[in-house]
């Protein structure tokens, strides 16, 4: 039996500039690029829950191994390591609640871009590759909560494996017939993460077209 294990999606708003020019086509443009530039600070926080995630995820495969190269008649150091996990997979589930929450946070302030974009930005031009970005990121919102509810089904999946490890008179046929369920379900979260890293990708790319539009002379950071 091999349970599936994935990294948590991979990817943040990450292209960060600074402002060094008043070159824009459009004065407002500079506002809605304030704006962006917030939403990327929103999800610092997200950020650093993915290294938590990723280690915690690796710590419990750990453990999952160990057990499997125990066999079920060393019950009690498997009631052990079982508990261990337990414990990992609460830990997970917190970093996830504060994960969510600072998605939550960068929602919230890219609704002002909205109106932005909706009531100051004229240029048509500027106003189309706006458009194309404002849909691109409300699909990644929207991806990031499908994503967040497979995820938190796949760790009461691996609760549920866990205590049925606990159990002495659990069978081989129970135990295999829910990995398989468990696989299915952190496919479910492998494929929601590509979906949201290519969303990533792509508005990270239509911010940049964005800000040339604009004409906002930009200077890289990093």
Do not use: W
């Not at 290519?198 to 790319?205: C, F, G, M, P, V």
């Amino acid at each position: 039996m091999v349970v599936l294990r994935t990294r948590f999606i991979l990817s943040v708003i990450a292209v960060i500039f600074i402002l060094t020019g008043c070159t824009s086509k459009e004065k407002n443009a500079e506002e809605l690029y304030q704006v962006l530039e917030s939403v990327v600070d929103a999800e610092k926080e997200f950020e650093e829950q993915q290294e938590n995630l990723v280690k915690l995820e690796k710590q419990e495969k750990d453990i999952y191994n160990q057990i499997m190269a125990l066999g079920m008649k060393q019950h009690e150091e498997i009631v052990k390591l079982s508990d261990e996990a337990l414990l990992l997979i609460e830990k997970r589930r917190d970093h996830l609640k504060k994960e969510m929450d600072s998605i939550k946070a960068s929602e919230a302030k890219f609704k002002k871009a909205e109106e932005i974009i909706k009531t100051k930005i004229n240029d048509p031009e500027q106003k189309r590759s706006a458009d194309d970005l404002f849909v691109i990121m409300t699909n990644r919102y929207k991806v990031h909560k499908q994503l967040s509810k497979e995820y938190s089904n796949a760790l009461d999946r691996d609760k549920e494996l866990y205590l049925m490890l606990k159990s002495e008179n659990i069978s081989y046929d129970k135990l295999e017939a829910h990995v398989m369920e468990l696989n299915t379900t952190y496919k479910k979260v492998a494929d929601a993460n590509e979906e949201f890293n290519e969303l990533t990708a792509r508005y990270n790319q239509k911010k940049l077209e964005f800000y040339k539009e604009a004409g906002l002379n930009l200077e890289n950071e990093g």
